[in-house]
């Protein structure tokens, strides 16, 4: 049994227009002790997914588990379950930062002792101590994303939800982030459910990706294993440079296993695959045909980034998400 189970969960709402299909019918688990990256373009149902999970929405059909429990049938026991570091900060401007840690543990039901105990810890292991006594206003950024990280990834609780965790925050701030999350996830044992635009980031930290496009899911598995499925290319390189390079374009768009064509510079270009099992002779002959002398051709590997845009265009694969 995973920490996280959606099983056929439809979501709508309603617009000028009548009903919208935010999140159409998708069904996927999440494994405990694991960072699951949940990614799709702005509209495309991951923000909405993620609320359902977290008991916010309520879906229209389908059913969600969280640690077994019904997200429907007990969401206090639910909410008792799962910590969320939402994308804005949302520190209290009249409470310095050990106050507010500890306003955050009280408030998830600990002691007064228990929660400046852990207050404590959290501003040792997130490097707060010399900027316990601050407000808000005080902070930059990076310090505040800081604080709400500690406050989320030290609640003992068995599912985390980050949502764009390093917003704002500078490389070097950024990188020291992933590692606490990381150290947190190994320690704790938690499961972290996490949203970000940067790309790298979710190639860092997933385990598993889940990806998202119109309300349905479109690819899932570990960033390394989309990479294998999804970013197979070939780079063609030419003595004589291209000089229609349109034309190319359309006859090796007439392949079956060719998914796009793209110009790298004057004498080469970038062939995008579906497979790689068949197409390397029939884009060494359709390139020929186009009277270019093709001096080198060989298999490379897209990044995660690249992968993911093809992905989105291509549309779908496993099963499926808007909003």
């Known amino acids: 049994m995973g920490i996280v189970e959606v ?3 439809t979501k709508k709402f309603p617009s000028s227009n009548g009903e919208v299909v935010a999140v159409d ?5 999440v494994k405990k002790g694991r960072v699951f990256g949940i990614l799709g373009p702005n509209g495309a149902g991951k923000t909405t997914t993620l609320r359902m999970i977290a ?17 429907i049938e007990n969401p206090n026991q639910v909410r008792k379950r799962i910590a969320y570091m939402t994308q804005e900060p949302d520190l209290s401007p009249a409470l310095s930062v050990r106050d507010y840690i500890i306003y955050y543990f009280r408030f998830r ?21 010399e900027h316990a006594y601050k407000k808000p206003f005080q902070l930059s ?38 590692k606490l999350i990381e150290e947190m996830v190994k320690e704790k044992g938690m499961t972290v459910l996490l949203t970000s ?15 998202i496009n119109r309300g349905r899911i479109v690819a899932q598995g570990a960033p390394s294993e989309l990479k294998e499925r999804f970013g197979k290319t070939l780079r063609v390189v030419t003595r004589n440079p291209i000089g229609d390079f349109e034309r190319l374009k359309r006859t090796l768009m007439e392949l079956e296993d060719v998914k796009g064509v793209n ?22 002959q359709a390139t020929i045909s186009q009277e270019l002398e093709v001096i080198e ?3 490379t590997t897209l990044n995660f980034e690249d992968v993911y845009l093809n992905i989105i265009d291509v549309g779908g694969e496993v099963d499926g998400e808007t909003q």
């Not at 008991?55 to 059909?61: A, E, M």
């Not at 790298?264 to 390397?280: G, K, T, Y």
Request: charged share 25%; hydrophobic share 40%.
């Open 297 to 299: 051709i060989f298999a």
């Open 197 to 211: 635009h940067d790309l790298y980031e979710v190639e860092y930290l997933a385990d598993e990706v889940l990806i």
């Open 141 to 178: 950024t990076g310090l505040k994303r800081r604080i709400q990280l500690a406050c989320v990834l030290l609640s003992n609780t068995p599912l985390v939800f980050l949502d764009e965790p390093t917003a704002g925050i500078d490389p070097k701030s950024k990188r020291e982030t992933w």
């Open 25 to 29: 019918n998708i069904s996927f688990k």
């Open 263 to 284: 110009p790298i510079s004057a004498n080469s270009f970038e062939v995008q695959l579906s497979s790689l099992d068949n197409p390397l002779n029939e884009v060494l």
């Open 109 to 129: 039901g600990l002691s007064k002792r228990e929660a400046r105990q852990r207050c404590d810890y959290a501003l040792k292991t997130f490097n707060l101590k």
């Open 7 to 9: 099983m056929n969960v």
């Open 55 to 71: 008991t916010i929405y309520r879906p229209d059909s389908g059913r969600i588990l969280v640690d077994g429990i019904d997200v």
